[in-house]
T-cell receptor, first 114, second 115 residues
């Protein structure tokens, strides 16, 4: 079945540590997105990529970094500069050529501070 | 500025009764509107969308939504609620036209269906 796989499901970060969240899709979608979800705040866009080797900052990019070396993969690194990283992180993808198409989501990674 | 409002943080309804989850939007140009559902500790699932055409849109799991341009609303409805419909619902909008793929999200409405 086609879909988006996020791993790990749960992740713990120590102070001063960078951690990387994985997002892989086999939907052949060009566009991919990373969102942060906090209770009562809805979804906030961290980074998005419309094509391989290109990505743009979203609304809350500070303290995060991404890469898009392959169409299928869009990993997110939460750096030590992100002082409040505890949240639920969601990866999504959509058909690149069609802006009327919905985004498809993975099942998220819950990041906590040790 | 583009925005989406979901005026109710929580909606409670009895099983078998009709349900409505409200969404209003503000966007320049024609809007592309979407509804998603999220179950606990899961990602979002797409329910339905309005792009153009008939104002009443039918989607997954018996849900439908009505686009009202004059009231800038896109309320989600279901004629008969199920306990299994209890979840968090998000409305999202994208300005139609151009190459803009970014969605503007509402803050979500928690739906509780009581048996």
């Amino acid at each position: 079945d086609g879909g988006i796989t996020q791993s790990p499901k749960y992740l713990f970060r120590k102070e001063g540590q960078n951690v990387t969240l994985s997002c892989e899709q086999n939907l052949n979608h060009d566009a991919m997105y990373w969102y942060r979800q906090d209770p009562g705040q809805g979804l906030r866009l961290i980074y998005y990529s419309q094509i391989v080797n290109d990505f743009q900052k979203g609304d809350i990019a500070e303290g995060y970094s991404v890469s898009r070396e392959k169409k299928e993969s869009f990993p997110l690194t939460v750096t030590s500069a992100q002082k409040n990283p505890t949240a639920f992180y969601l990866c999504a993808s959509s058909i690149g050529s069609r802006v009327d198409q919905p985004q498809h989501f993975g099942d998220g990674t819950r990041l906590s501070i040790l | 500025a583009q925005s989406v409002a979901q005026p109710e943080d929580q909606v409670n309804v009895a099983e078998g009764n009709p349900l409505t989850v409200k969404c209003t939007y503000s966007v320049s140009g024609n809007p592309y509107l979407f509804w998603y559902v999220q179950y606990p500790n899961r990602g979002l699932q797409f329910l339905l969308k309005y792009i153009t055409g008939d104002n009443l849109v039918k989607g997954s799991y018996g849900f439908e939504a009505e686009f009202n341009k004059s009231q800038t609303s896109f309320h989600l409805k279901k004629p008969s609620a199920l306990v299994s419909d209890s979840a968090l619902y998000f409305c999202a909008v994208r300005r139609g036209g151009g190459n803009n793929r970014k969605l503007i999200w509402g803050l979500g409405t928690s739906l509780a269906v009581n048996p």
